[in-house]
């Protein structure tokens, strides 16, 4: 049996009004969460943020489509990503086509929420 199942752990990169959308299905959100950490020198001083992975998220459940929303507003315009949090969900990948005859498709990580938690 293959389990599709990914527990992440990140900020969401700040939302505009883009990424929450609303249909006859409900309101879903589509975000971006990656995951920086600081990378130290020996004497333990912080040298730089390294980049280490991120997914494009997608979240159909209303109660947690608010959180995030909420979450967005406690950032107080200042910060550019959230407070940490930690997803569950299924990886798949968004494919986005080429705008160009013969170019090629585009495949960017996806993950369809089904859990957050706030750390």
Same mark, same amino acid.
């Given at each position: 049996?293959?389990?599709?199942?990914?527990?992440?752990?990140?900020?969401?990169?700040?939302?505009?009004? $883009?990424?929450? $959308?609303?249909?006859?299905?409900?309101?879903?959100?589509?975000?971006?969460?990656?995951?920086?950490?600081?990378?130290?020198?020996?004497?333990?001083?912080?040298?730089?943020?390294?980049?280490?992975?991120?997914?494009?998220?997608?979240?159909?459940?209303?109660?947690?489509?608010?959180?995030?929303?909420?979450?967005?507003?406690?950032?107080?315009?200042?910060?550019?990503?959230?407070?940490?949090?930690?997803?569950?969900?299924? $990886?798949?990948?968004?494919?986005?086509?080429?705008?160009?005859?013969?170019?090629?498709?585009?495949?960017?990580?996806?993950?369809?929420?089904?859990?957050?938690?706030?750390?």
């Amino acid at each position: 049996m293959i389990e599709n199942k990914v527990i992440f752990s990140g900020q969401i990169k700040a939302l505009t009004e $883009k990424n929450i $959308k609303s249909n006859d299905l409900g309101t879903f959100l589509t975000a971006w969460i990656d995951q920086r950490v600081p990378s130290r020198l020996p004497n333990g001083d912080v040298d730089r943020v390294r980049y280490v992975t991120g997914y494009q998220i997608v979240v159909k459940d209303r109660k947690i489509v608010d959180t995030i929303i909420a979450l967005d507003k406690n950032r107080n315009g200042v910060e550019p990503r959230s407070a940490w949090v930690t997803i569950t969900g299924a $990886k798949g990948d968004y494919i986005i086509k080429s705008k160009v005859e013969g170019g090629k498709d585009t495949f960017v990580p996806q993950v369809e929420v089904y859990n957050l938690e706030v750390l």
